[in-house]
């Protein structure tokens, strides 16, 4: 079974501008979230969504956003891009939200983007 | 104070070892306790998952919960130079707060030497 993939790899980005992160999750997997990685924050929760929905939020202010497609697929979109959001950026997919055992999450390899 | 205390490091022992690598933290409600090892440039991998206080084996892993003291460990037997990663706690608040909203600890640097 093919495991979550992230698209693009790499991005590299002026401040000001926006961009797109796509993630496909694994197939039959439900949920998909969000996460963004930093040296000095570590790893930080940004959103979660299921059946097109979002369900959970992080301490994120409103340029980050994502949407959910029908087939579970996941984008998130960053806008006015600030230095600061330079970091790697991860989307973990799980089968069934809410059933013990089946949250466990499975990353993606990420999305790295520098924002000059 | 973090929800998630995990000291960062560096740690670096000789290969064979036994590696302790711990995660304290805040909130009682945490319910789902994991254990997830990342390497460079990669994205973080499920090691361990437990949701009850008490020891979980896997291998030459050991996942140890303490939820009276707010405490969770990860054992590694016999330590291997492939070890070497940054091992992340990961602890989730459950079905009530949202599962899937998984709170990290800052993640250790483990370097085993050959």
């Known amino acids: 079974k093919a495991g979550v993939t992230q698209t693009p790899r790499y991005l590299i980005k002026t401040r000001g501008q926006q961009v797109t992160l796509s993630c496909s999750p694994i197939s039959g997997h439900r949920s998909v979230s969000w996460y963004q990685q930093t040296p000095g924050q570590g790893l930080q929760f940004l959103f979660e969504y299921f059946s097109e929905t979002q369900r959970n939020k992080g301490n994120f202010p409103g340029r980050f956003s994502g949407r959910q497609f029908s087939n579970s697929r996941s984008e998130m979109n960053v806008s006015t891009l600030e230095l600061g959001d330079s970091a790697l950026y991860l989307c973990?997919?799980?089968?069934?939200?809410?059933?013990?055992?089946?949250?466990?999450?499975?990353f993606g390899p990420g999305t790295r983007l520098l924002v000059l | 104070q973090k929800e998630v205390e995990q000291d960062p490091g560096p740690l670096s022992v000789p290969e064979g070892a036994i590696v302790s690598l711990n995660c304290t933290y805040s909130n009682s409600a945490f319910q789902y306790f994991m254990w997830y090892r990342q390497y460079s440039r990669k994205g973080p991998e499920l090691l361990m998952y437990?949701?009850?206080?008490g020891n979980k084996e896997d291998g030459r892993f050991t996942a140890q919960v303490d939820k009276s003291s707010k405490y969770i460990s990860l054992f590694i037997r016999d330590s291997q130079p492939s070890d070497s990663a940054t091992y992340l706690c990961?602890?989730?608040?459950?079905?009530?707060?949202?599962?899937?909203?998984?709170?990290f600890g800052q993640g250790t640097r483990l370097t085993i030497n050959p």
């Open positions: 437990t949701y009850s206080s």
């Open positions: 990961a602890i989730s608040p459950g079905l009530i707060q949202g599962a899937q909203k998984l709170v």
């Open positions: 973990a997919s799980s089968l069934v939200p809410g059933l013990a055992g089946q949250e466990t999450q499975y």
